[in-house]
């Protein structure tokens, strides 16, 4: 059974970076495409970006457009670990972010329905 912790996550002014990490246990990552989602107070949760799986072999990813430009995502096989890493962080950048794993991919790399283990999430803060 493959568990997801997300870490990383705290408080930062506009402009700020913070690095997002997302370790596997249970099974290695390298058959899951991994996404990182987000939800903001009072709004749905949403795609940020996501990675296809090492088996794909297309190397797939995905950035919504709020983030292109300023977040990267990347995978450690060693660690069995995906990161996010967040520049230029902005207030609107504030949720609780999640990261999530799924084995197949049917049809859309960051559509969240696609994916079927969660983690628990971890608070983003972009304040002055």
């Known amino acids: 059974q493959l568990q997801l912790v997300e870490s990383g996550g705290g408080l930062v002014q506009p402009g700020g970076s913070l690095r997002l990490s997302c370790v596997g246990s249970?099974?290695?990552?390298?058959?899951?495409?991994i996404g990182w989602f987000r939800q903001a107070p009072g709004k749905e949760r949403e795609g940020v970006s996501c990675i296809a799986s090492i088996r794909s072999g297309h190397g797939e990813t995905y950035y919504a457009d709020s983030v292109k430009g300023r977040f990267t995502i990347s995978r450690d096989d060693a660690k069995n670990t995906v990161y996010l890493q967040m520049n230029s962080l902005e207030p609107e950048d504030t949720a609780v972010y999640y990261c999530?794993?799924?084995?197949?991919?049917?049809?859309?790399?960051?559509?969240?329905?696609?994916?079927?283990?969660w983690g628990q999430g971890t608070q983003v803060t972009v304040v002055s």
């Open positions: 999530a794993a799924d084995g197949l991919i049917l049809f859309r790399l960051c559509d969240q329905d696609e994916y079927e283990y």
């Open positions: 249970g099974v290695t990552l390298d058959y899951y495409a």
